[in-house]
């Protein structure tokens, strides 16, 4: 890439960023280096949730260096890292190595995967320490190469991920479709307890995409669903809604299922938590699930609603925790140090 004509000073710089949720499913890759996806994908931005981080470029530093939660950062992490701080450097003009610092508001063991928030903040905070003013597209595309869904959390509310056609991934980014006030919605998450999801989501999709009988339909179910949801979104009808919502993330897993070797992230109690939604919307309830590569389930539904649902959820055996939050902003810079809460 060009370096930017545009660059500010080089130094410490913080961000926030949300997690968010697929209401359509990012399950396929056409490049699994720069996360290309074999579909579009549509996401709520979630408020509060998310990752803080800190980016400090120093003179003194043989290679890039990370505490997440205060312990190193992996190696397969940190591989992912150094391609977004790479793709910066090069656009800066910079060669400083950085030193970063992540907190996350909603652990991994949460059952809530934090690669969206993580990627995202750093992907804000990185272009502004090496003195980038990127715009949202371009910050989009810079956290998509971190982790793919990380895309989706620069920008709040009804977010867009477009696929594009281009194989350098220029034209796959997400965009806001509708802000958070267009529909207001509460998002529950229903934590199941036991432990975390034991196969990645990028080898489950890659899985899939190799073995999955159902793998072609399933992207052609996307393409559909994606332009379906739109105008359900459009039109704040939440009937269409919830069977687009729920038809897709049950595709998702079908494909999962129909792979050789077959891959199953739920256990009882998310069959539980869909069967309680159900009833719930059969009894006049505005509520729907989601799932992603996990036994968590997520449920979108109205703010009157919220509340009652939330406390039948709470009841079903194995739901460790129910969190209730809405649909928020996107990511942005803070102050640093002082937008990083102490861990
Ligand atoms: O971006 P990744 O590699 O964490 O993949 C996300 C995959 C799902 O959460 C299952 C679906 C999605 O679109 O977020």
């Given at each position: 890439m060009?370096?930017?004509p545009n ?9 926030f960023?949300p ?10 890759k056409r490049?699994s280096?720069?996360?290309l996806p074999l579909?579009?994908s549509i ?5 509060e ?8 470029p120093?003179?003194?530093?043989r290679?890039d260096?990370m505490?997440v939660d205060?312990?190193?950062l992996d ?15 090069a ?5 400083l ?5 992540s907190?996350?508001t909603?652990a ?22 090496y003195?980038l003013r990127l715009d ?14 990380a895309s ?9 991920w ?6 350098d ?11 958070a006030d267009?529909w207001?919605?509460?998002i529950?998450i229903?934590h199941?307890?036991?432990?975390r999801?034991?196969?990645?989501s990028?080898l489950?999709?890659?899985q ?5 009988l159902?793998?072609r ?15 359900a ?7 269409t809604?919830?069977?687009l919502v729920e038809?897709?993330?049950?595709a ?8 050789q ?8 109690v ?7 939604v ?5 009894d ?7 799932i ?18 939330s406390e ?8 460790e925790?129910?969190i209730q ?17 102490h861990a």
């Amino acid at each position: 890439m060009k370096p930017s004509p545009n660059l500010g000073p080089i130094g410490r710089a913080a961000a926030f960023a949300p997690s968010n949720i697929a209401l359509t499913k990012y399950w396929g890759k056409r490049n699994s280096r720069i996360n290309l996806p074999l579909s579009s994908s549509i996401s709520v931005t979630l408020s509060e949730l998310g990752s803080f981080t800190i980016v400090e470029p120093q003179a003194d530093l043989r290679q890039d260096v990370m505490l997440v939660d205060d312990k190193p950062l992996d190696d397969a992490g940190l591989v992912k890292v150094r391609r977004v701080l790479d793709e910066i450097r090069a656009m800066s003009g910079s060669s400083l190595y950085a030193g970063l610092r992540s907190v996350n508001t909603v652990a991994a063991a949460q059952g809530m995967a934090s690669s969206a928030s993580a990627f995202a903040a750093l992907a804000t905070a990185a272009s502004a320490a090496y003195g980038l003013r990127l715009d949202s597209a371009a910050l989009s595309r810079l956290a998509r190469t971190g982790s793919g869904s990380a895309s989706r959390s620069i920008d709040g509310g009804y977010v867009l991920w477009q696929r594009g056609e281009k194989d350098d991934g220029s034209d796959s980014f997400a965009t806001q479709r509708f802000a958070a006030d267009h529909w207001p919605m509460r998002i529950l998450i229903a934590h199941a307890s036991g432990g975390r999801k034991s196969v990645s989501s990028t080898l489950g999709m890659a899985q899939s995409k190799t073995d999955s009988l159902l793998f072609r339909s399933w992207i052609e179910r996307c393409d559909h669903d994606v332009v379906a949801l739109e105008n359900a979104i459009e039109n704040k009808d939440f009937s269409t809604f919830a069977d687009l919502v729920e038809g897709n993330a049950l595709a998702m897993h079908g494909t999962m299922l129909a792979g050789q070797p077959a891959l199953l992230y739920w256990r009882p109690v998310t069959l539980a938590v869909i069967a309680a939604v159900r009833e719930l919307r059969k009894d006049g309830a505005e509520c729907c699930f989601t799932i992603d590569a996990g036994a968590s389930v997520v449920i979108l539904c109205s703010p009157q609603d919220a509340r009652p649902v939330s406390e039948v959820l709470s009841e079903i055996d194995g739901i460790e925790q129910v969190i209730q939050t809405r649909i928020g902003p996107g990511a942005r810079l803070v102050e640093a140090p002082g937008g990083l809460p102490h861990a």
